[in-house]
């Protein structure tokens, strides 16, 4: 089972130049990519997606590339004459089209990054793409290597959760029968203080303590939550990309626990009914995370 937050990076240093790529992800619905690349390599973008799409099925994976040339190929960049005065031309047809005022400087044309040409390039996108799928492959292991033990440590922290809801749940079984006397109890006591020396019908007590047994009894919604817990259970020792199935046990644990909770009247199992909710609401949060 894995997280869906990880971290990896892979560099090359060659004679022409330095490359790096690094890969960070956080919890998504799906997969969703955004890339930080040079403008040289933009057009793998497409060939980078659906190795990452390979590896990876769910999160926000953010790719960034860094190319350094060396100083050796850097230095011998010069200004192009026909692209700078192409451009010349066209700010002067713009200027007049917009009537702006002002003047056309130098600064205007040197600011182009296409200005700035190397007669001795011989960097390219079909040069470099080897060296670049490499350190994607090798940056992409060590992201799921990350994102592998951050989702055993969620695997352990929903181990752990699930036992409480388990020992929840016995301790609302155990407390349903003392929550029945608790109500014979007061019931009783009311009807001595409005009856005021009218003795009590044990018949009809007894008819309104079934009716409240009834209404109470929580002995179904602890059935399935417990189902629903040995479900989460083998869904986490399978592993796997199970986010999406955890989610929706978890809706459905979500709406045991509120039921428990709207049927007592006792305020110790509200209490164990709340606690119940946090440990749901707390599994929720892990979930999200998961691939």
């Given at each position: 089972?894995?997280?869906?937050?990880?971290?990896?990076?892979?560099?090359?240093?060659?004679?022409?130049?330095?490359?790096?790529?690094?890969?960070?992800?956080?919890?998504?619905?799906?997969?969703?990519?955004?890339?930080?690349?040079?403008?040289?390599?933009?057009?793998?973008?497409?060939?980078?997606?659906?190795?990452?799409?390979?590896?990876?099925?769910?999160?926000?994976?953010?790719?960034?590339?860094?190319?350094?040339?060396?100083p050796e190929v850097s230095s011998a960049a010069a200004i192009d004459p026909d692209i700078a005065e192409a451009y010349y031309r066209q700010l002067k047809r713009l200027k007049k089209r917009l009537n702006l005022p002002g003047e056309i400087e130098l600064g205007h044309v040197v600011a182009q990054p296409e200005l700035l040409?190397?007669?001795?390039?011989?960097?390219?996108?079909?040069?470099?793409?080897?060296?670049?799928?490499?350190?994607?492959?090798?940056?992409?292991?060590?992201?799921?290597?990350?994102?592998?033990?951050?989702?055993?440590?969620?695997?352990?922290?929903?181990?752990?959760?699930?036992?409480?809801?388990?020992?929840?749940?016995?301790?609302?079984?155990?407390?349903?029968?003392?929550?029945?006397?608790?109500?014979?109890?007061?019931?009783?006591?009311?009807?001595?203080?409005?009856?005021?020396?009218?003795?009590?019908?044990?018949?009809?007590?007894?008819?309104?303590?079934?009716?409240?047994?009834?209404?109470?009894?929580?002995?179904?919604?602890?059935?399935?939550?417990?189902?629903?817990?040995?479900?989460?259970?083998?869904?986490?020792?399978?592993?796997?990309?199970?986010?999406?199935?955890?989610?929706?046990?978890?809706?459905?644990?979500?709406?045991?626990?509120?039921?428990?909770?709207?049927?007592?009247?006792?305020?110790?199992?509200?209490?164990?009914?709340?606690?119940?909710?946090?440990?749901?609401?707390?599994?929720?949060?892990?979930?999200?995370?998961?691939?």
């Amino acid at each position: 089972m894995n997280s869906m937050t990880g971290f990896g990076r892979a560099e090359l240093h060659k004679k022409d130049y330095k490359l790096q790529v690094e890969l960070s992800s956080v919890n998504c619905r799906f997969l969703e990519c955004t890339f930080r690349m040079p403008r040289l390599l933009a057009g793998a973008e497409s060939k980078v997606k659906q190795i990452v799409e390979s590896a990876i099925s769910r999160g926000k994976v953010t790719i960034t590339v860094n190319l350094e040339e060396s100083p050796e190929v850097s230095s011998a960049a010069a200004i192009d004459p026909d692209i700078a005065e192409a451009y010349y031309r066209q700010l002067k047809r713009l200027k007049k089209r917009l009537n702006l005022p002002g003047e056309i400087e130098l600064g205007h044309v040197v600011a182009q990054p296409e200005l700035l040409v190397n007669p001795n390039r011989t960097l390219g996108q079909d040069r470099l793409w080897p060296d670049l799928e490499r350190l994607l492959r090798k940056a992409l292991t060590e992201l799921r290597k990350m994102r592998a033990v951050e989702g055993e440590n969620l695997k352990r922290d929903m181990n752990a959760r699930l036992k409480v809801i388990v020992r929840l749940v016995a301790d609302i079984e155990k407390r349903a029968p003392l929550s029945v006397a608790a109500y014979k109890g007061r019931l009783e006591k009311r009807i001595r203080e409005l009856g005021k020396g009218v003795p009590i019908d044990p018949q009809r007590l007894a008819e309104e303590v079934t009716i409240y047994a009834d209404r109470a009894d929580v002995t179904e919604e602890c059935t399935r939550m417990r189902s629903h817990v040995g479900l989460f259970s083998l869904a986490l020792k399978d592993g796997g990309d199970v986010g999406k199935r955890l989610n929706f046990i978890l809706q459905e644990m979500g709406r045991e626990s509120n039921t428990i909770g709207s049927k007592t009247i006792d305020t110790q199992t509200s209490t164990y009914a709340i606690s119940l909710k946090e440990e749901i609401e707390k599994l929720r949060e892990q979930s999200q995370n998961i691939e």
